[in-house]
């Protein structure tokens, strides 16, 4: 089955670490997006990539970096700069032509040691 | 700036009733809107798109509407049952790939 798989499910950083989240998706999506979700808040963007080898900053991109070298991949790095990154991680695609709608992974939680 | 609000915010329903979840945003300069349905510790699952020159949708027991000049959306559920219970989100989207979501409605039905 055609789906957008996140990994690893739960992971833990330490204090000065950085950390990847990987994403992939065999739904031949052209367009892919981090998202982050906190308690009580809306999912905010943190990265969006709408074709490879391009992608564009979020509304919160400081402290994350991605990479899309393949089109079934996008993962996101979260780096030592980002002071709270303690949060609920959501990947998702889109074909890109017309109005399509998104589709999800099941997420990664990332938490601080 | 697009904001979405949804409210309620937590919504307790028995089982079979129909219910209403609102969702309304305050620039109508959209594409369209999407409902998601969120389990706990899950990711999103879609559930319906709106266009943005449509006015409704509909799959199952579930019926979307969409009013864009009033900045306005609801998602009808039709007999609601205990596998309903789940938080569900709207969200837009803007021009330049921005979808704003709203902060969901936790609806709870009980058996």
């Known amino acids: 089955d055609g789906g957008i798989t996140q990994s690893p499910k739960y992971l833990f950083r330490k204090e000065g670490q950085n950390v990847t989240l990987s994403c992939e998706q065999n739904l031949n999506h052209d367009a892919m997006y981090w998202y982050r979700q906190d308690p009580g808040q809306g999912l905010r963007l943190i990265y969006y990539s709408q074709i490879v080898n391009d992608f564009q900053k979020g509304d919160i991109a400081e402290g994350y970096s991605v990479s899309r070298e393949k089109k079934e991949s996008f993962p996101l790095t979260v780096t030592s700069a980002q002071k709270n990154p303690t949060a609920f991680y959501l990947c998702?695609?889109?074909?890109?032509?017309?109005?399509?709608?998104?589709?999800f992974g099941d997420g990664t939680r990332l938490s601080i040691l | 700036k697009q904001e979405v609000t949804q409210i309620p915010a937590a919504l307790s329903v028995p089982e079979g009733e129909n219910l209403v979840l609102n969702c309304s945003f305050t620039?109508?300069?959209?594409?369209?809107l999407q409902w998601f349905r969120q389990d706990p510790g899950k990711g999103l699952t879609s559930l319906l798109l709106i266009q943005s020159s449509q006015r409704e949708q509909t799959s199952g027991r579930l019926n979307a509407s969409l009013d864009k000049s009033s900045g306005r959306s609801t998602l009808y559920i039709a007999a609601s049952q205990p596998g309903d219970s789940a938080t569900y989100l709207c969200a837009v989207r803007g021009g330049y790939q921005k979808v704003t979501f709203g902060t969901g409605t936790k609806l709870q039905v009980i058996p």
């Open positions: 620039d109508s300069a959209i594409y369209n």
């Open positions: 998702a695609s889109r074909r890109g032509s017309g109005e399509q709608p998104q589709h």
